[in-house]
């Protein structure tokens, strides 16, 4: 997030874009409530018509994978009623005129035909946002898991942009990272093209500073993201892969692609707290320990990097990843000589500029937030106060294109996924939770009524979903949530597990998948 | 009897919850939502009221498992450790770095996941690092 959980709630205008924040988010969808409560406008766009929709001064359905056209159909509405904020568009931006240019032909009635919102909806998100004192975008991976991701994106920030939104409190583009530590294992270079603190492998600098620092040669190349190790797997040219923590065989596109590369190891090595399905097809499992038997620091989705504390002694014969990890690669012949998870985030600070500043002991009460360059700096509530990184801001001028699989005959049902809310991700730990479990124990797919009385099929039937990839049965929901003509399925459930379904076409440059949007058909269940 | 709490943060969604993990003798029997945290200040979601329970799971891996022809079995530490390390060294020397590929972990500490990225990239020299951030 550019800008602070707590600082929504001091919003103006709060514009929740392919986010189920009260399921995904709850403590974050609070600060929404509170700002409603505050006077807020609450725009929100979903194709689905999730909990939120139903306190929204302005809901709106966008058809699947039209949120670039959604973007440009408002911002040309700001542009032509003059709602955008000329002062920071001419000191902190540039490239205004070929964004004016491509939106130009973005009417609000073009728009409605691709997108299904109606034009007036249309101007009058355009005129809450563009007319609101401080406006806050929330999104989450509605707008990032398409093959137009970055797209998507970059439109969002057009949109904070052109209408002075960020830079300054309670505003900002603010997507809601759905791990507990995925920002800071983006932070810590957990990515095949930087070290920690966003670094470029292929920076000279960077490489010398690393190899002199960790006393080792590096490699100048950018490495394989997950969908390229997991082709190099199958075509051979990668033989082995090391998963800590991670459950591919359910969190990934086309489930069946997955299990044949992962087959393909000479060596799968899988260190977790369950015996997950990627676990089961693995060479050694090597069981770790939880966030409960060890020290350590999380940093969560406003760049809070804050404490995790040991309460127990780990489980069974378990051990904390960090010492996994050192013992194998002291086996291996590179010494690492830690003798706790505070003298690694002492190294951590040495080499991340964002985190130079953070120490344990800092980090006691309510954590820091990065950038924390040095043990003065207070840390930073929001981004791009002063300057970008780049310094001036740039607009990108975006056209929309459709999504990568779209319905036809075969196929007529647009199928997307997510998560409820008393399960996380792949279940492996709130399957695992009797509670949670308890409250919806199996998964569903969502089918609006008239469809599904044009099927034939009585709620709680199970039925057959086919896609081009793979079929699974799963029991059925009846909701207007779904519009006609698109189902919704939660990835939570091995044993009908809507992964076997999604498509793993990706976006060019952020390579993450297209889990939101496939073509399916639905048949009752012989 | 021993009751003690520890003061952590919730290993589910990135809002980064701030709760006290209870724990009577060694068991972790409840958890409380943390007031005075700047996220979510005393409150806490229907995943986060229950996030001790799947922590003592008897689902729980304990112990390392090796696959021998074909079928798990449970071996020591340092068996499941050896054949890791000399596996990795066989690919390494054999293919090169750049055959072998990391996935680190969104639900993992920082300092593991640091850990893990330096492991690939100084002991074995390859860039091949990714998680689950687009999943």
Redesign the interface.
Known sequence: MTNSVAELENSDCIFVIGSNTTSSHPLVATRIFRAKQKGARLIVADPRKIHLALMADTYVRQNLGTDVALINGIIHVILERGWQDQGFVEERTEGIEELKKTIQSYTPEKVSEITGVSAEDIVKIAEDFGTADAASIVYCMGITQHVTGVDNVKSLANLAMLTGNVGKESTGVNPLRGQNNVQGACDMGGLPNVYPGYQAVTMPDNQKKFESRWSASLSDQVGRTVSDMLSGLSDGSLKALYVMGENPMLSDPDTAHVEEALKAAELLVVQDIFFTPTAELAHVVLPGSSFAEKDGTFTNTERRVMRVRKAIEPVGDSRPDWQIIQEISNRLGYAMAYDSPEAIMNEIAEVTPSYGGITYDRLEGSGLQWPCPDRDHPGTKFLHKDAFARGKGMFHAIEFMPPAETVDPEFPFWLTTGRIHVHYHTGTMTRNSPTLNAEVSEGFLEINPGDASQLGIREGDEVKVISRRGQIRVKTVFTDRVERGLVFMPFHFVESNANALTNPALDPIAKIPELKVCAVRVEKAA | MDY???????????????LY?E?LD???IDTIPCK?????EG??????W????????P?????????KEGT?EEVS?DE??????????D?KE??G???????????????????????????????????????
């Open positions: 003690r709490t520890a003061l952590t943060t919730c290993t589910y969604c990135g809002c980064g919850c701030n993990l724990v060694g068991q972790i005075t945290s700047p996220v979510n409150k806490l979601c229907i995943k986060g229950n996030v001790h329970e799947f922590v003592q799971s689902n729980r891996l304990t112990r390392p498992l090796l696959r798990f530490w499941a450790l050896e054949f890791t390390a000399s596996k990795l060294r690919i054999g293919y770095g750049d055959s072998i590929g990391f996935l680190t972990s969104a639900k993992a500490t920082n300092e593991e996941n640091y850990l893990l990225q330096k492991f690939a990239r100084a002991a074995l020299g390859t860039n091949n690092v990714d998680h689950c951030a687009r999943l």
